[in-house]
């Protein structure tokens, strides 16, 4: 079975960087992605990842700050996040497939 378990957020400053960790575990993964959902907003996908041909893809309006990559020896997605804004602020989630992690929340305030 699949298990997700996201790890790194936090509270930032505007401006500011973080990276987003997902752990993941169990079998036939070849895909995962990172999604987000702010209070009262629909889940919203940020990037996507293969795990066969390391392929990205990612929303348009975030490509530009936001990175997503693979640790396959590891078994770890990242999603590096700069020049947050406070409209980034949501619970960050990593998905494979059906499976969704618990989320981490990622605050951006001064």
């Known amino acids: 079975q699949v298990q997700l378990v996201e790890s790194g957020g936090g509270l930032v400053q505007p401006g500011g960087s973080l990276r987003l960790s997902c752990a993941a575990s169990g079998p036939n993964i070849y895909n995962s992605a990172w999604f987000r959902q702010a209070p009262g907003k629909e889940r919203e996908f940020i990037a996507t990842?293969?795990?066969?041909?390391?392929?990205?893809f990612y929303t348009d309006s975030l490509k530009d700050r936001f990175t997503i990559s693979l640790d396959i020896a590891n078994s770890t997605m990242y999603l590096q996040m700069r020049d947050l804004k406070p409209e980034d602020t949501a619970l960050y989630y990593c998905?494979?497939?059906?499976?969704w992690g618990q989320g981490t929340q990622v605050t951006v305030s001064s």
């Open positions: 990842i293969s795990w066969r041909s390391g392929s990205t």
């Open positions: 998905n494979a497939g059906l499976h």
